[in-house]
């Protein structure tokens, strides 16, 4: 049973009628229901700005294991868990199962609870492998559409709207398993998995092309390939073909074009000089989870900095943005008054805003911190052994997701629906500098702004600590834009230094010690650096022009002594903090690129397009050997 819902429904629906600044809440039931896109907002048929907010369908039409509380070591995805259940049982078998898997996943009273926290649209994932038939790529078979057709029917008897969102497309989109199956990545190579994805699209486009309760359609989920390999060049291409082939049959609805990781929408351009017609652009966001520190402070950078600049851009090319995933998680950091935060926010920039995600099964049972999920399993739960089960002990595990006591997280349904929001203390991050206040020239050191980065600078202490200014959005990808304050060429060598503090202009700005091959924005560069949130990074592009890789310890205190040294072929980066003695950061690199001499140093970035951070640096020491027709150099402390 699902506990406190009656009671409760008819006022969170009513709660958020009104978004923010009195924008109205769409509702799917009439003609005026069709959502389009107009300049850089969504709109109803009559052109009044409407603000779509809602949850995601995880698990349902795409299993993921962690949200079935399955061990993802035996299972990692669903490709490897159907396969167990063929194997064990038979095709035939295996696909009742899996019917009775998604019959009782979601079903209508799912509808009317998410109703009750107030929201309008749901985004249903689906695997291409539900509704693509195997004897004819590229076509659909009427059995896995009937699902589609089930969440469309459940959300118009609801009064939601839905995005359709091909969460795993045909060959895989990345190596995650959020694809289906782990590792495949194939849409970048195979010619014939993008004609699949084109075609699939193109069907699904013409079955529901008249049904208004379907905002849009989001064609790839999440395309970050092998999280390496730069993809925008091929995504542009594939979105492209995507868009014509739903135009054909669909003039309606919006199509998404999805943002690969770290890599924006810029490289689409501007979709109305390409004749896209009702596009909007999606991404997804998890300020503290994924690489940056869960604190207030990453979410008030993320709000306070990050938004602004993204609206701007947006503004620029006037095309609307669906944040199709994100979640808060940490109720220590404000749990649901942080999530209201966040739908607020995104509703006064006009965008929409879709959570991740509805349901999930944990084994403990009840409202958890580092939570996913609006309703769980209330009871602690013991899923069947996959392995060993009976057939018939797994199908009454199913039907049992139907009947199941679920336990709402109420605290995060009254912070949505209330009329006014619970303030979260968010610090405001301090204006970054646009000028530096110093520019000192220090002896027998070179100071460059490499890539676009803002003129820096750099302040030399009568205690010998150093401060340097720098801009620059990232030292990242191909190519990079940062502040360095180098010395001469150098063979082997051992540059140490301690950071003890770092401008928090963003999440990712950086400071740390590096060796390059050259003074280009693309050369090849190993260095060893920290962020505000105190994770210490190990980066190297291996090859000029070539993408970064990096490994990393986590939560590290200032201050933090780093040291970057060369002995022969291997390139180590090692930090201190705390009573604790030196520790490697990753693993020793060879990188013939850097097997000559090359720049040695201090860099320090920003993140941001516009404004300095402020690094301290105490202690730096330089201990190399000479580069081929200079003197010889014994060791300096400080510069």
């Given at each position: 049973m699902l506990r406190g819902l009656l009671n409760r429904g008819v006022h969170a629906t009513v709660a958020l009628l009104l978004g923010a600044g009195g924008v109205a809440l769409a509702s799917p039931?009439?003609?005026?229901?069709?959502?389009?896109?107009s300049?850089?907002?969504?709109?109803?048929?009559?052109?009044?700005?409407?603000?779509?907010?809602?949850?995601?369908?995880?698990?349902?039409?795409?299993?993921?294991?962690?949200?079935?509380?399955?061990?993802?070591?035996?299972?990692?995805?669903?490709?490897?868990?159907?396969?167990?259940?063929?194997?064990?049982?038979?095709?035939d078998e295996k696909n009742r199962l899996m019917q009775l898997y998604r019959a009782n996943w979601i079903?209508?009273?799912?509808?009317?609870?998410?109703?009750?926290?107030g929201f309008n649209v749901v985004r249903v994932p689906f695997d291409h492998r539900l509704v693509e038939d195997e004897k004819h790529p590229g076509t659909c078979r009427e059995d896995g559409l009937a699902w589609l057709d089930r969440a469309v029917g459940m959300a118009e008897t609801a009064g939601i709207h839905l995005v359709l969102d091909m969460h795993g497309v045909?060959?895989?989109?990345?190596?995650?398993?959020?694809?289906?199956?782990?590792?495949?990545?194939?849409?970048w190579t195979d010619p014939n998995c993008v004609a699949r994805t084109v075609s699939l699209w193109r069907a699904i486009a013409a079955r529901y092309s008249d049904r208004p309760a379907v905002a849009g359609y989001d064609v790839i989920n999440e395309p970050f390939g092998d999280m390496q390999t730069d993809v925008r060049p091929q995504l542009r291409t594939i979105f492209e073909e995507i868009y014509r082939a739903i135009r054909e049959v669909d003039e309606r609805h919006i199509i998404f074009a999805p943002a690969p990781l770290w890599g924006g929408h810029g490289f689409y351009g501007n979709p109305h000089e390409h004749g896209w017609t009702n596009v909007a652009f999606t991404e997804h966001h998890y300020p503290g989870i994924f690489g940056s520190?869960?604190?207030?402070?990453?979410?008030?950078?993320?709000?306070?900095?990050?938004?602004?600049?993204?609206?701007?851009?947006?503004?620029?090319?006037?095309?609307?943005?669906m944040i199709g995933e994100w979640n808060p998680v940490f109720e220590r950091l404000g749990g649901g008054n942080l999530a209201r935060r966040y739908f607020d926010e995104y509703g006064r920039l006009g965008w929409a805003a879709i959570m991740w995600s509805y349901k999930?099964?944990?084994?403990?049972?009840?409202?958890?911190?580092?939570?996913?999920?609006?309703?769980?399993?209330?009871?602690?739960?013991?899923?069947p052994d996959f392995r060993s089960a009976s057939g018939d002990v797994i199908a009454d595990y199913f039907r049992s997701f139907a009947t199941m006591e679920y336990v709402i997280d109420e605290p995060l349904r009254l912070a949505v629906t209330r009329a006014e929001p619970v303030a979260v203390p968010l610090p405001v991050p301090p204006s970054p500098l646009l000028v530096p206040p110093h520019d000192d020239a220090i002896p027998n050191w070179t100071a460059t702004d490499i890539g676009d980065a803002v003129p820096g600078g750099q302040r030399l202490h009568a205690d010998g600590a150093l401060t340097v200014y720098g801009g620059g959005s990232d030292i990242?990808?191909?190519?990079?834009?940062?502040?360095?304050?180098?010395?001469?060429?150098?063979?082997?060598?051992?540059?140490?230094?301690?950071?003890?503090?770092?401008?928090?202009?963003?999440?990712?700005?950086?400071?740390?010690?590096?060796?390059?091959?050259?003074?280009?924005?693309?050369?090849?560069?190993?260095?060893v650096h920290v962020i505000p949130g105190g994770r210490v990074v190990l980066g190297h592009r291996d090859l000029p022009g070539g993408r970064m890789a990096e490994e990393s310890v986590e939560a590290?205190?200032?201050?933090?002594?780093?040291?970057?040294?060369?002995?022969?072929?291997?390139?180590?980066?090692?930090?201190?903090?705390?009573?604790?003695?030196?520790?490697?950061?990753?693993?020793?690199?060879?990188?013939?690129?850097?097997?000559?001499?090359?720049?040695v140093g201090i860099a320090v970035l920003s993140h941001r397009r516009e404004g300095l951070t402020e690094a301290i640096f105490a202690d730096l020491i330089s201990d190399h050997s000479p580069a081929e027709g200079q003197p010889p150099a014994s060791s300096s402390r400080n510069p």
């Open positions: 039931n009439a003609e005026s229901s069709w959502i389009q896109t300049e850089n907002r969504f709109v109803d048929a009559a052109g009044e700005p409407v603000l779509l907010r809602g949850c995601n369908l995880g698990n349902w039409l795409l299993l993921e294991m962690w949200m079935l509380a399955v061990d993802e070591q035996v299972f990692p995805d669903q490709h490897a868990f159907e396969t167990n259940l063929a194997a064990r049982f038979g095709e079903t209508p009273r799912d509808f009317d609870l998410i109703r009750s926290f045909p060959g895989g989109q990345s190596i995650d398993h959020p694809t289906g199956r782990i590792g495949q990545n194939r849409l520190p869960p604190t207030l402070r990453t979410h008030a950078n993320f709000i306070h900095r990050l938004l602004p600049e993204k609206q701007a851009e947006l503004r620029a090319v006037q095309t609307p943005m999930l099964l944990d084994r403990r049972g009840g409202v958890i911190d580092d939570n996913w999920h609006l309703v769980s399993n209330a009871r602690p739960l013991e899923p990242w990808g191909e190519a990079d834009s940062f502040r360095f304050l180098h010395r001469r060429e150098a063979v082997d060598f051992t540059l140490t230094a301690t950071v003890t503090s770092l401008g928090d202009t963003h999440d990712f700005a950086k400071a740390g010690l590096m060796v390059r091959s050259d003074l280009s924005p693309g050369a090849a560069h190993v260095m590290v205190p200032f201050p933090v002594r780093l040291r970057l040294s060369r002995r022969g072929d291997l390139l180590i980066g090692e930090y201190a903090a705390g009573e604790q003695g030196w520790q490697r950061v990753g693993t020793p690199l060879t990188v013939p690129a850097l097997a000559g001499p090359g720049p």
